[in-house]
T-cell receptor, first 117, second 111 residues
């Protein structure tokens, strides 16, 4: 149980285009989903926290107009990188928190490798 | 802001030996700690967790130790295997909020 999937697993796009990444909790409902970015040989940096049906909360320094997050259902959150540039190339990882009162269990997706040319 | 860090960025261990990965955290109010394993090109995989009201927790071949006095966390892996080669991250949480990840340690198992 507690599987989180991401699609696509990797994507290459041209500079200036937009890319959408999906994150799904396959066998549980996630009231909260998180989006992380990880550059090579670095740690995971939280970009934003999204709660189903409400606006995402972005971390300091993350442009909300560039990284659009939609959490339309309890099993799906999407991250859209708008007007992507080479510096946005990174490994994007989502995680989903089980919707239990006070629960802290958090499960991670396999990641999406974005390369902007 | 608060941060979680590791003492050693790389660690090489002979297969079959035990390994210890260390982590220092700075938020004394953190009440939940987790160790993750990340293989190349994959997402983090949960290994073991511990709450602040405990100082030791054991799993299968892994043990986490928490020393709140010096704000130190360690992961011990017994009888290491080639499959244990990966990057290991500690992470902390306060009050069921967001996870803060440490910088990571690359563990290499030498055959």
């Amino acid at each position: 149980g507690a599987v989180v999937s991401q699609h696509p697993s990797w994507v290459i796009c041209k500079s200036g285009t937009s890319v959408k990444i999906e994150c799904r909790s396959l066998d549980f409902q996630a009231t909260t989903m998180f989006w992380y970015r990880q550059f090579p040989k670095q740690s995971l940096m939280l970009m934003a926290t999204s709660n189903e049906g409400s606006k995402a909360t972005y971390e300091q320094g993350v442009e909300k107009d560039k990284f659009l997050i939609n959490h339309a259902s309890l099993t799906l959150s999407t991250l859209t990188v708008t007007s992507a540039h080479p510096e946005d190339s990174s490994f994007y990882i989502c995680s989903a928190r089980v919707g239990l009162a006070g629960g802290t269990e958090q499960y991670f997706g396999p990641g999406t490798r974005l390369t902007v040319t | 802001g608060e941060s979680v860090g590791l003492h050693l960025p790389t660690l090489s261990v002979q297969e079959g030996d035990n390994s210890i990965i260390n982590c220092a955290y700075s938020n004394s109010a953190s009440d939940y700690f987790i160790w993750y394993k990340q293989e190349s090109g994959k997402g983090p995989q949960f290994i073991i967790d511990i709450r602040s009201n405990m100082d030791k927790r054991q799993g299968q071949r892994v043990t986490v130790l928490l020393n709140k006095t010096v704000k130190h966390l360690s992961l011990q892996i017994a009888a290491t295997q080639p499959g244990d080669s990966a990057v290991y991250f500690c992470a902390e949480m306060f009050g069921n909020e967001k996870l803060t990840f440490g910088t990571g340690t690359r563990l290499t198992i030498i055959p």
